[in-house]
């Protein structure tokens, strides 16, 4: 009815009742009906037949499929409250201004996004929204800063050092005070079709056989459970060291895991946060940032606020931060890097961890990168950084963006002579190679001494292990020898150029260059 007090709760990320201040806003105040809603652009989400793996245009269907178990978890714990989920189709913008009218609203709630697509998209529904009379309350709940804060702080410019970053940010945003016990009621619906939560069936997808998803199941239930579960070994805690982890630690991987929950925002990252405080006052001796467990959830920070203050931050061109090199358009060998066949084992489990998990450790991530970019193959980080927004639960624009920018010496982190071997490293870790048996079955009766370079392995050790290099098993694409020498020499090239660009370049750089 006219006098109605209707209120909107768009749900975007932020899949969660536990601190959502969006949330918790829309149902005061008067509100006599809220309608929870998600909007499923059925572009983003319809199966592209001629991608690289199994998904949309947009994403992988690990993703798909977290998102999907997210809102079902969603649902579930809104109906607890006396409330439900509204499944809305069609381009978001239209379908949101189409309900705002029909149910005559009065508020429109959601949280602030950083993301350039959000940004767009929100300017749209806001301006439609104030013209409309309608208030709308947008507050930051995805991070524990407000970007735009620190940024101004800083003179306009966000921090491109973690110190730098840590100084300005100060105290993170209070954690909301209460708990909700209960939800306006939703009201007509009128004739806005409203559906129920589709399965990957029902988006056109196979459903696939049992182990072939990520292990890993969406939702706010199941990220507070694994937190909780985290937060009971409080030594781990305490001691958490980012460098020391394991990255072939498969069977009890060696960092939490939460990254899928924060992104789609199952879990908040101020509680995230506040339960780690609540661990360190009961164990005073605990490691500090950047390292600690505490400090990689400000790494998350420091990369959001990087990406929103950056123009053109996920592209090397017009990107003021990003130094231009001039890389290699080689998609033969970003296939083979893509699909797990470039003959070096330790790439190769990592990259089949990937595809079928959506989620690697972090100094994996490390290895595939720096291999894909400076340290071998040459190929641009662009290329790389599109591959993992498509094959991890986790992807994040702003993360997944800096985090390339770092690995490939582009932003942040400038020494490209520190290259990490593709045979070595992970060997530091995994002397008998499980990690590489486990996701790369050929190799499993590969012997320890090969199992990192099967390539060396005489034939008839290569017959016994019933694994050809060449023809069960594909010889390295490189040299990491030659290619990675190569590699740092255009680097120190491009990097002399980038300050002649600069205005910046001094004789030695010129004398190292000849
Ligand atoms: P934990 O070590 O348990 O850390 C807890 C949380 O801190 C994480 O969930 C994450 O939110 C945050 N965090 C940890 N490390 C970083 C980091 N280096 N930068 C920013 N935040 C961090 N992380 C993503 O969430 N999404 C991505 O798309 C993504 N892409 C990456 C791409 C590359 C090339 C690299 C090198 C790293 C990327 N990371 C990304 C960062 C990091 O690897 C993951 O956040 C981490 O491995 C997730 O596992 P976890 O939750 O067990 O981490």
Same mark, same amino acid.
């Given at each position: 009815?006219?006098?109605?007090?209707?209120?909107?709760?768009?749900?975007?990320?932020?899949?969660?009742?536990?601190?959502?201040?969006?949330?918790?806003?829309?149902?005061?105040?008067?509100?006599?009906?809220?309608?929870?809603?998600?909007?499923?652009?059925?572009?983003?989400?319809?199966?592209?037949?001629?991608?690289?793996?199994?998904?949309?245009?947009?994403?992988?269907?690990?993703?798909?499929?977290?998102?999907?178990?997210?809102?079902?978890?969603?649902?579930?714990?809104?109906?607890?409250?006396?409330?439900?989920?509204?499944?809305?189709?069609?381009?978001?913008?239209?379908?949101?201004?189409?309900?705002?009218?029909?149910?005559?609203?009065?508020?429109?709630?959601?949280?602030?996004?950083?993301?350039?697509?959000?940004?767009?998209?929100?300017?749209?529904?806001?301006?439609?929204?104030?013209?409309?009379?309608?208030?709308?309350?947008?507050?930051?709940?995805?991070?524990?800063?407000?970007?735009?804060?620190?940024?101004?702080?800083?003179?306009?410019?966000?921090?491109?050092?973690?110190?730098?970053?840590?100084?300005?940010?100060?105290?993170?945003?209070?954690?909301?005070?209460?708990?909700?016990?209960?939800?306006?009621?939703?009201?007509?619906?009128?004739?806005?079709?409203?559906?129920?939560?589709?399965?990957?069936?029902?988006?056109?997808?196979?459903?696939?056989?049992?182990?072939?998803?990520?292990?890993?199941?969406?939702?706010?239930?199941?990220?507070?459970?694994?937190?909780?579960?985290?937060?009971?070994?409080?030594?781990?805690?305490?001691?958490?060291?980012?460098?020391?982890?394991?990255?072939?630690?498969?069977?009890?991987?060696?960092?939490?895991?939460?990254?899928?929950? /924060?992104?789609?925002? #199952?879990? !908040?990252?101020? *509680?995230? %946060?506040?339960? &780690?405080?609540?661990?360190?006052?009961?164990?005073? =001796?605990?490691?500090?940032?950047?390292?600690?467990?505490?400090?990689?959830?400000?790494?998350?920070?420091?990369?959001?606020?990087?990406?929103?203050?950056?123009?053109?931050?996920?592209?090397?061109?017009?990107?003021?931060?990003?130094?231009?090199?001039?890389?290699?358009?080689?998609?033969?060998?970003?296939?083979?890097?893509?699909?797990?066949?470039?003959?070096?084992?330790?790439?190769?489990?990592?990259?089949?961890?990937?595809?079928?998990?959506?989620?690697?450790?972090?100094?994996?991530?490390?290895?595939?990168?720096?291999?894909?970019?400076?340290?071998?193959?040459?190929?641009?980080?662009?290329?790389?950084?599109?591959?993992?927004?498509?094959?991890?639960?986790?992807?994040?624009?702003?993360?997944?963006?800096?985090?390339? /920018?770092?690995?490939? #010496?582009? !932003?942040?982190? *400038?020494? %490209?002579?520190? &290259?990490?071997?593709?045979?070595?490293?992970?060997? =530091?870790?995994?002397?008998?190679?499980?990690?590489?048996?486990?996701?790369?079955?050929?190799?499993?009766?590969?012997?320890?001494?090969?199992?990192?370079?099967?390539?060396?392995?005489?034939?008839?050790?290569?017959?016994?292990?019933?694994?050809?290099?060449?023809?069960?098993?594909?010889?390295?694409?490189?040299?990491?020898?030659?290619?990675?020498?190569?590699?740092?020499?255009?680097?120190?090239?491009?990097?002399?150029?980038?300050?002649?660009?600069?205005?910046?370049?001094?004789?030695?750089?010129?004398?190292?260059?000849?």
């Amino acid at each position: 009815s006219s006098t109605g007090s209707g209120c909107i709760l768009w749900f975007r990320k932020g899949l969660r009742i536990h601190h959502n201040p969006a949330l918790q806003f829309a149902s005061q105040n008067g509100v006599s009906h809220l309608y929870p809603v998600f909007v499923i652009d059925p572009n983003y989400m319809k199966p592209d037949p001629n991608s690289f793996s199994p998904g949309s245009t947009h994403s992988g269907l690990n993703r798909i499929k977290f998102l999907l178990e997210s809102l079902v978890d969603l649902d579930f714990n809104l109906k607890k409250l006396g409330s439900r989920l509204l499944i809305l189709k069609g381009d978001p913008a239209q379908v949101l201004i189409r309900c705002l009218k029909e149910w005559n609203i009065r508020k429109l709630c959601f949280e602030f996004d950083t993301e350039p697509y959000y940004q767009a998209l929100d300017i749209e529904v806001k301006n439609f929204a104030l013209a409309e009379g309608i208030e709308v309350f947008s507050p930051v709940s995805h991070t524990l800063f407000n970007p735009k804060d620190i940024i101004e702080k800083n003179g306009g410019k966000p921090p491109l050092s973690y110190q730098s970053f840590i100084k300005l940010a100060g105290q993170p945003l209070p954690l909301l005070s209460t708990e909700l016990s209960s939800l306006p009621p939703v009201g007509h619906l009128g004739t806005c079709d409203v559906f129920e939560i589709p399965s990957i069936r029902d988006l056109g997808y196979e459903d696939a056989k049992q182990g072939e998803f990520s292990p890993f199941k969406g939702g706010e239930s199941e990220a507070l459970k694994r937190l909780a579960e985290c937060m009971k070994d409080k030594v781990w805690v305490a001691n958490f060291e980012k460098p020391n982890g394991n990255p072939s630690a498969f069977l009890r991987p060696a960092t939490t895991i939460l990254s899928p929950y /924060l992104k789609f925002g #199952c879990l !908040s990252s101020s *509680y995230f %946060y506040q339960q &780690i405080q609540d661990v360190y006052k009961t164990m005073p =001796k605990h490691t500090s940032p950047p390292v600690s467990l505490l400090g990689q959830l400000l790494w998350r920070d420091f990369f959001y606020t990087a990406a929103f203050g950056t123009p053109n931050f996920d592209r090397m061109k017009g990107n003021r931060i990003c130094k231009q090199i001039p890389w290699k358009d080689d998609d033969k060998l970003l296939e083979a890097w893509r699909e797990a066949r470039t003959g070096f084992p330790w790439i190769d489990a990592i990259m089949v961890q990937l595809r079928k998990w959506g989620w690697i450790h972090h100094l994996a991530r490390h290895s595939v990168a720096c291999f894909l970019t400076r340290g071998d193959l040459f190929v641009h980080w662009e290329k790389g950084r599109d591959v993992f927004e498509r094959l991890l639960i986790d992807s994040d624009w702003a993360i997944n963006n800096g985090n390339w /920018l770092w690995l490939s #010496c582009s !932003s942040f982190f *400038y020494q %490209y002579h520190r &290259i990490y071997s593709p045979i070595t490293f992970g060997k =530091k870790y995994d002397r008998n190679g499980d990690y590489i048996r486990h996701f790369l079955p050929v190799l499993k009766d590969m012997p320890r001494e090969y199992i990192y370079e099967p390539w060396t392995a005489p034939l008839s050790i290569q017959t016994k292990a019933k694994c050809i290099i060449g023809k069960d098993y594909p010889m390295p694409v490189v040299s990491h020898d030659s290619a990675s020498k190569e590699c740092r020499r255009k680097m120190r090239e491009a990097y002399v150029l980038n300050k002649e660009l600069n205005g910046l370049v001094s004789e030695d750089d010129l004398k190292n260059l000849r």
